[in-house]
Structures are given as structure tokens and as C-alpha cells.
């Protein structure tokens, strides 16, 4: 009976750390209309200019790796690197969960 319980223990521990591993785009979202939106727009398809990178339906894993070099300074803007200081490594998987997911690029190998 006690293995029983430690069983399910270690796998309600595992749930919650997958879970935390994936992203949340719900609070992406909020994160997104808080900072994000005046320059990407809330669904990351606003272009300003041509300075300004679509983000909608990017990969997460670049937008992860985007936001973290900017966060590092291996990656350096003016505009930019600012808004990434802050951003924790669950902000930036939420972030990236929210705007992997929105319309925007498409791949044209698939289509
Ligand atoms: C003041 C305007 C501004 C704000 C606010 C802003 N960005 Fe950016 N962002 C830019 C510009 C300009 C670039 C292009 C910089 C460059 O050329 O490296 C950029 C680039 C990026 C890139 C790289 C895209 C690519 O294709 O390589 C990502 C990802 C990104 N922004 C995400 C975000 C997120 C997430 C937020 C909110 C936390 C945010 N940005 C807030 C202006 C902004």
C-alpha cells in the first residue's frame, strides 16, 4: 500500500514538472498584453516596420532561443533586449507557447 502511495506521489511530482516544462499560453498571453503587444501586437503578426519580426505561429523552440539570447546579451537590441531582462525561464516558455500557437508563418514544405 505504501509503494502504492509513493508511486503516485513521484508521478503527481512528474506531471507538475512536465507541466511547468511545456508552457502556459493562457498566461503567455497575459504576459504578452502587458509588454509585448505596442510593438508585436497581441497574436505577433504587427509590423511596424520592417525592423520589427513577425512572431505569430514562429517555432517555440526559436522563440525560447531568441528570448534567452536577448535575456544573455548574445543577442543585442536596442528596442529589444530591454523587455527580455525580466523575463524568467517560465515567461519566456509561456511566451513562446502563446505565440508559437497564433496564425501567422506558415511552412511551405507542408502545405
Ligand atoms: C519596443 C518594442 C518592442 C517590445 C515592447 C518587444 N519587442 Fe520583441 N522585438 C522588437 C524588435 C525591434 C525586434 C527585432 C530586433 C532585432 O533585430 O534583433 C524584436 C525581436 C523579437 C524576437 C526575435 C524574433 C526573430 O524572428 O528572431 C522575439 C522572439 C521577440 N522580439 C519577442 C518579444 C516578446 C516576447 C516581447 C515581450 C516580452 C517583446 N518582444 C517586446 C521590438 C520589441
Known amino acids: 500500500m505504501i509503494r502504492l502511495i509513493v508511486l503516485i506521489a513521484a508521478a503527481c511530482l512528474l506531471l507538475v514538472a512536465l507541466n511547468a516544462e511545456a508552457g502556459n ?3 503567455g498571453k497575459e504576459l504578452a498584453e502587458q509588454v509585448c503587444a505596442s510593438c508585436h501586437g497581441m497574436d505577433g ?3 511596424l516596420d520592417d ?3 513577425k512572431l505569430g505561429g ?3 523552440d ?3 532561443f531568441a528570448l534567452k539570447a536577448y535575456r544573455s546579451g548574445d543577442r543585442d537590441n536596442d528596442l529589444m ?3 527580455a531582462q525580466d523575463l524568467s525561464d517560465q515567461d519566456i516558455r509561456d511566451l513562446a507557447a502563446w505565440y508559437s500557437r497564433q496564425e501567422g508563418l506558415i511552412d511551405l514544405r507542408i502545405r
Open 62 to 64: 526559436y522563440l525560447v
Open 25 to 27: 499560453p493562457n498566461r
Open 58 to 60: 514562429q517555432h517555440a
Open 45 to 47: 503578426n504587427l509590423v
Open 81 to 83: 533586449s530591454p523587455f
Open 51 to 53: 525592423d520589427y519580426p
